[in-house]
């Protein structure tokens, strides 16, 4: 496609459009991939937290708890599982074995409400907090959960839709383009079509377009039909202007006779010849006017065999043409960007020229003498 193709343009667009919506959808989608795990962990961390209320004892001076959770991360070090209960009556903690020598840092969250951790050496934590209270006694218990998994299930996820999306944006991507050539073949048709109109093959668009480019083949046939108009009008007038002349001309030979019948044959040639040369002249600018009346940007295109075969069959039938023996010699056809009856007028004005000679006439039509531009058809 071109640079100013109008294909590419809306190719463009619809790459961009996708990869943008692509992209958008995929960032959206992960970020509901996470918060619903996020919120599950949540689930089960309230749930966690519930039982772990259950199992407080608060008869004995030190923070403890009946039984073991029966989670086993909570008694590996570090297995991603957490608790630690805290008495605010006097400052006694018990922990989870999962976390060694480390404190949960609490601090001053609302009860109730998850909140993340980051200690400084990367460890991430999800941790709900609750305030019990338990006979006389007041507690802070806290549990959490290592994000550490939801961290690599975001980044898997991640990679999941990148490979997905990428082959949905292909398949996309494709078919926007084979929707493009389908959309654009009516235009394709058209420029057909016109192709047609300029070779001379048809005088008007015609097939079947949608409904969108009906307005434009109804516009240029329009168009056509008022330059074929004007192109007739300019040749009637031109006919016209040449029976006015020939009036004149032919009783400039009628003078000429009467001069010769008076014994003045020098005055009487003299007036026939300046009168076949005003006829001439004439005939010449009729035809040339007749050819200009067609605009150089409405081309035709015709068969100069075939103007060569239909002059000769014509002139044939004339008294001259009877005597005469003829010999058409064609090659390759050529096409010649020219009206048919204009290249009629043109080769039969050649070949009445040569009858006037009166030689024997032998039409070629040669493609590289045509190509030149210096065709001699006739000799």
């Not at 957490?82 to 060694?100: H, K, P, T, V």
Request: aromatic fraction near 6%.
């Amino acid at each position: 496609m071109r640079r100013n193709s109008l294909g590419l343009r809306l190719m463009g667009l619809a790459f961009v459009m996708v990869a943008g919506s692509l992209v958008l959808a995929g960032f959206i989608l992960q970020t509901l991939f996470v918060d619903n795990l996020e919120r599950s962990v949540r689930g089960d961390l309230d749930a966690a937290l519930t039982r772990l209320v259950a199992l407080i004892e608060p008869s004995g001076p030190e923070t403890a708890i009946r039984a073991p959770l029966p989670d086993p991360r909570y008694e590996t070090p570090l297995g991603g599982r957490y608790w630690q209960i805290e008495s605010l009556d006097n400052a006694s903690m018990a922990r989870s074995r999962s976390l060694f020598d480390q404190e949960l840092p609490v601090g001053e969250v609302a009860d109730g409400e998850a909140f993340h951790w980051i200690d400084g050496g990367g460890l991430h934590l999800i941790l709900i907090s609750r305030h019990v209270e338990i006979g006389t006694r007041r507690f802070r218990v806290t549990v959490g959960e290592d994000h550490d998994r939801i961290h690599l299930a975001q980044i898997q996820y991640g990679w999941d839709i990148v490979r997905l999306f990428s082959l949905l944006g292909i398949a996309i991507v494709a078919a926007a383009w084979a929707q493009l050539r389908l959309v654009l073949m009516p235009l394709n048709r058209l420029r057909s079509a016109v192709d047609d109109v300029r070779r001379g093959e048809v005088e008007r668009l015609k097939g079947k377009f949608p409904a969108e480019i009906e307005p434009l083949v109804d516009e240029v046939n329009g168009l056509l039909a008022e330059r074929e108009a004007l192109a007739q009008r300019g040749r009637r007038r031109a006919s016209d202007l040449a029976h006015g002349l020939k009036t004149p001309l032919a009783a400039l030979h009628g003078i000429a006779m009467r001069l010769r019948d008076r014994g003045e044959k020098t005055e009487a040639t003299s007036l026939d010849e300046l009168a076949l040369e005003m006829s001439s002249r004439v005939d010449y600018q009729m035809r040339l006017a007749s050819l200009r009346t067609r605009s150089g940007d409405h081309r035709e295109s015709s068969s100069l065999n075939t103007a060569i075969l239909r002059t000769v069959t014509v002139l044939r039938k004339t008294d001259r043409g009877e005597r005469l023996h003829w010999q058409a010699e064609l090659g390759d056809d050529v096409h010649v960007d020219i009206h048919r009856q204009d290249l009629m007028e043109l080769v039969g004005v050649t070949l009445e020229e040569r009858l006037q000679v009166g030689d024997e006439c032998s039409c070629r039509s040669d493609f590289e003498a045509s190509r030149n531009g210096r065709a001699q058809y006739c000799r």
